[in-house]
Every structure is written in C-alpha cells, then in structure tokens.
C-alpha cells in the first residue's frame, strides 16, 4: 500500500492507494494537481493526464465513502463522498482514512494528491 495525501479546502486528507497495476500507476503521476468537480450529487471528478493501467482489476466495482477510484471508459479520477451500486469500468485505486468533509463542498474543488512522506 501507498501512503498519500490530498490538499484540498485548506485540509489534509490522509489516504492510501492499493497495491494494484492501477493504484501503482496512480501513484507514478504523483505529485498531480487536480480540479475535482461534482459527478450526480455522489463523486467528485477530475480528468487525468493519461489512462492507467488497469490489468488484472475487476470488470466492476461498488464504491464506497472515501474511496478514490478510476473510471476507465472515461479516464478520470472519481473520488466517492456517497455509496455508489457496482459500475462497469470502475476501478479502485484506495480510500481516504477518515473524513471527506472537505471533499463535500459545492463547487470546483482544487486538490493536490502526493506521496505522504514515508
């Protein structure tokens, strides 16, 4: 696992990201500075500079609250503040340790995702 965080709304928002060819992949564009916009009242996205790699991941997944994954047809970055039913094409990448508070916020959101120092 891979130790992150997100600044975002004047906070830190500790993570982490799976020790997977996608979450790794994720890692390789760290430091990244990211717009978030709000996604149906459940996520917020952000495209990425590039698709990643997501070989081995399941064809589907179910997001939960804090998690921080990959939607592959579209290529962003989709970051869950609410529970979301199994999507095709949706990979995960980690999870934020504990609030989102910041991420909940109306609006464009600045956020800037790097390594936590290890």
């Known amino acids: 696992m891979i130790h992150i965080h997100l600044s975002a709304a004047g906070e830190r928002l500790e ?38 790699d997501t070989t081995n991941a399941p064809d589907r997944y179910a997001a939960q609250v804090g998690d921080i994954t990959y939607y592959a047809p579209w290529g962003n970055l989709a970051i869950f503040y609410r529970p979301f039913p199994a ?7 980690g999870e934020i340790e504990g609030s989102i508070d910041a991420l909940r916020q109306d609006g464009e959101i600045p956020v800037r995702i790097e390594r936590a120092e290890e």
């Open 15 to 52: 993570a982490r990201l799976d020790d997977t060819a996608a979450g790794r992949d994720f890692a390789r564009l760290l430091p990244i500075e990211l717009t978030l916009t709000d996604f149906h009242a459940t996520e917020k996205v952000a495209d990425l500079p590039r698709r990643l």
């Open 87 to 93: 999507a095709r094409g949706l990979v995960r990448l």
